[in-house]
């Protein structure tokens, strides 16, 4: 026992006691240890996450850095493997199980693994460029184009061998980092989609911008899933050339739910302004987009 990492440690406050019982005492207090320094980096970790998010301090600066939260989740992971890892290797060690060896058999087990699963390797090499390029980050709404198959939704978690993305429906959809292609980012956490009611000749301008911000404060309580934030109303303008004057309506949208606004809202709008003209036509409420996608390619 005097021989062992942990037996050296005991043997100086006990030389006398070999006995079988203190070698199960000290191989659950291994274990306690071990599985207490986990619980006190999750706890750490979860502070620093929450502290990141707090309105002021170094913490809420560095969340602002792309991959914070990411990069900090992977860096507990990977500790709390590693710790795992020390302490079944010292507890074996405790049974006259050679660290060194046990050393040497995870390094050619997992260089076997590696070669037997390049598919395994490839996730991970990508998931480490996802996380460090810059690529996408938690909470980012992105476009996945993959060989098969494109997901829109909101990134939930990059891993090393998933990336996992919330969609319109509220399903979480695991995509194999290796087959991640193109990823198109939306910096704006959405799509911005621009409603321009004509206001009629001869309206009272004030009664038709009060009619076009109600239908859209209405809308964005009506439909919370798609339409993300809550819509800006501006002031009335001027067309070009003073043909016209509009008022204009900003919508923060789900990706490719733009039916929404060319239809439920274009029509409620021009349902309600022919109260002000009784010819008032759908082509008097224009509908545009910004997307504002930034892609990069992985391949």
Do not use: C
């Given at each position: 026992m005097?021989?062992?990492?942990?037996?050296?440690?005991y043997g100086h406050f006990y030389p006398h006691d070999t006995s079988a019982g203190m070698r199960v005492l000290l191989i659950v207090l291994l274990a306690v240890l071990a599985n207490l320094?986990?619980?006190?980096?999750?706890?750490?970790?979860?502070?620093?996450?929450?502290?990141?998010?707090?309105?002021?301090?170094?913490l809420a600066a560095m969340a602002g850095k792309p991959k914070f939260e990411t990069v900090t989740r992977l860096v507990v992971s990977t500790v709390t493997v590693v710790i795992y890892f020390?302490?079944?290797g010292m507890i074996l060690e405790e049974f006259g199980f050679s660290l060194t060896a046990y050393l040497a058999s995870a390094s050619v087990l997992g260089l076997a693994i590696s070669f037997g699963s390049q598919g395994l390797v490839q996730d991970i090499v990508i998931g480490l460029t996802l996380i460090f390029w810059d690529?996408?980050?938690?909470?980012?709404?992105?476009?996945?184009?993959?060989p098969s198959s494109t997901v829109v939704g909101r990134v939930e978690e990059i891993g090393m061998r998933f990336t996992k993305i919330v969609n319109f429906y509220n399903q979480r959809v695991y995509i194999p980092n290796r087959g991640i292609g193109n990823v198109s980012r939306f910096p704006h956490g959405g799509v911005d989609a621009y409603a321009?009611?004509?206001?009629?000749?001869?309206a009272d301008q004030q009664k038709a911008v009060q009619i076009v911000e109600t239908i859209a404060v209405g809308m964005w309580a009506q439909f919370g899933a798609i339409i993300l934030s809550e819509p800006i109303v501006g002031k009335v303008e001027t067309a070009p050339g003073g043909a016209w004057q509009f008022v204009r309506a900003h919508f923060k949208i789900w990706p490719s739910q733009g039916s929404l606004i060319e239809t439920t809202f274009r029509q409620e709008v021009v349902k309600?302004?022919?109260?002000?003209?009784p010819a008032y036509a759908d082509?008097?409420?224009?509908?545009t987009y910004r997307a504002g996608t930034v892609t990069k390619n992985l391949k």
């Amino acid at each position: 026992m005097h021989g062992t990492v942990m037996g050296r440690i005991y043997g100086h406050f006990y030389p006398h006691d070999t006995s079988a019982g203190m070698r199960v005492l000290l191989i659950v207090l291994l274990a306690v240890l071990a599985n207490l320094a986990v619980k006190v980096i999750h706890r750490v970790s979860d502070w620093i996450l929450r502290r990141s998010h707090a309105p002021k301090g170094a913490l809420a600066a560095m969340a602002g850095k792309p991959k914070f939260e990411t990069v900090t989740r992977l860096v507990v992971s990977t500790v709390t493997v590693v710790i795992y890892f020390m302490a079944i290797g010292m507890i074996l060690e405790e049974f006259g199980f050679s660290l060194t060896a046990y050393l040497a058999s995870a390094s050619v087990l997992g260089l076997a693994i590696s070669f037997g699963s390049q598919g395994l390797v490839q996730d991970i090499v990508i998931g480490l460029t996802l996380i460090f390029w810059d690529a996408m980050d938690v909470n980012d709404m992105v476009e996945v184009v993959g060989p098969s198959s494109t997901v829109v939704g909101r990134v939930e978690e990059i891993g090393m061998r998933f990336t996992k993305i919330v969609n319109f429906y509220n399903q979480r959809v695991y995509i194999p980092n290796r087959g991640i292609g193109n990823v198109s980012r939306f910096p704006h956490g959405g799509v911005d989609a621009y409603a321009d009611p004509q206001i009629p000749i001869g309206a009272d301008q004030q009664k038709a911008v009060q009619i076009v911000e109600t239908i859209a404060v209405g809308m964005w309580a009506q439909f919370g899933a798609i339409i993300l934030s809550e819509p800006i109303v501006g002031k009335v303008e001027t067309a070009p050339g003073g043909a016209w004057q509009f008022v204009r309506a900003h919508f923060k949208i789900w990706p490719s739910q733009g039916s929404l606004i060319e239809t439920t809202f274009r029509q409620e709008v021009v349902k309600a302004m022919r109260a002000l003209d009784p010819a008032y036509a759908d082509w008097q409420v224009p509908v545009t987009y910004r997307a504002g996608t930034v892609t990069k390619n992985l391949k």
